[in-house]
């Protein structure tokens, strides 16, 4: 069973940064696409960043040039560095995980959630 344990969160005031974790657990045999995801109240949970295992990454509109992922595929951990937050960045924010576990057996999988609160 593979696990995902997030950390990181807390509350923050407009123009400060965070840096979220997240270190998967586990039988796992490789993770293809990590990332993070954030739904504030009455909204859908959205996209804010993913990283392949090719390094590529993806992020939504709302956060580039703010949002920073990156992963420590030695360690199955990756990272969301937070900077120059917003108000509308307040949200639970989520970490995924896909891949294959050590049955070769495709896992996707999301970690507890860990809130981000910004005060303006």
């Known amino acids: 069973q593979v696990q995902l344990v997030e950390s990181g969160g807390g509350l923050v005031q407009a123009g400060g940064s965070l840096r979220l974790s997240c270190a998967a657990s586990?039988?796992?045999?490789?993770?293809?696409?990590m990332g993070w995801y954030r739904q504030a109240p009455g909204k859908q949970r959205e996209l804010v960043a993913r990283?392949?295992?090719?390094?590529?990454?993806n992020y939504a509109d709302s956060v580039k040039g703010r949002f920073t992922i990156s992963r420590d595929n030695a360690k199955n951990t990756v990272y969301l560095q937070m900077d120059n937050l917003k108000p509308e960045d307040t949200a639970v924010y989520y970490c995924?995980?896909?891949?294959?576990?050590?049955?070769?057996?495709?896992?996707?999988?999301w970690g507890q959630g860990t809130q981000v609160t910004v005060s303006s």
């Open positions: 995924n995980a896909v891949g294959l576990d050590s049955r070769l057996t495709r896992f996707d999988r």
């Open positions: 586990g039988s796992i045999f490789r993770i293809n696409v």
């Open positions: 990283i392949i295992s090719d390094e590529s990454t």
